[in-house]
């Protein structure tokens, strides 16, 4: 089932409880290190959430041309906020071409199987000859280990609990707001899925030939909670 609009705009609004943001730059880190070494002048980002991957790229290199695309309307008005060219639109139905596109943190697993399918048709259409597509996956570790569980947090304005199940390759996490209002607190639930892929999949469907791939420890543990992997149009 894919993941609503609705349910990636109650994402959007508490994500910055969530700590994601504390962790990202040691994931962006592996893009940053690899399009440092590259000549490119278009790139976009799918996924592109409140815009943090485009503003720190667009610091460390100053690309001609930069766009995000988002399916949460909330995240695309933070990226626009923030001075960078953002659509609410899915990616196969924009127009253009680039040189690097990239899915950041988690983009690809809130993808089921025959969604990732069409997705990376549509990457490919959307690149030049030669470019390249960016991506990172969780692994099996990290779902098991590091995204489930029961989470509560809040601040002045916000009281959030979250839910999590990892089973048979399915994530759901299962959302609670309640945001103050004027006189009484507002309550929303939604659901997020994120769904297992490997590298191999990934590869296989794409037809690209995978340049990189490497093991990142975002949280320090044992084992790699994601893969950052490159893959090139051929
Ligand atoms: C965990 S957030 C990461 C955001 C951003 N890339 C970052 O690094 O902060 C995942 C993002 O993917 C977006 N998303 C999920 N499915 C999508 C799809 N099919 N097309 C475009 N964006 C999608 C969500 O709305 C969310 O903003």
Redesign the pocket.
Known sequence: MP?SSDS?DL??KV?DLLG??EA?PG??AHYLLFLNTQDFDSLL??????G??LRQIQGALGISQVKG????PF?VAQTLEQGYDAECI??CDLDGTYDVIT?????VN??NKE?LAS?LSCVKDHLNEGGVFLCDINTLFGFENVAVGSFIVDDEDRFLAVDSDFENGEYISEFTLFEKGEHCFKKSQETIRQYYHTVDEIVKLSGFSLLQHDQVHLYELEESDKRFMVLQKI
């Open positions: 993941n990636l994402y959007a994500e994601v943001k990202a994931l962006y980002d799918v996924g592109c959430g409140s943090d991957f695309i988002d399916l949460s995240m899915d990616l899915a950041v943190f988690d983009m809130y993808l969604q997705f």
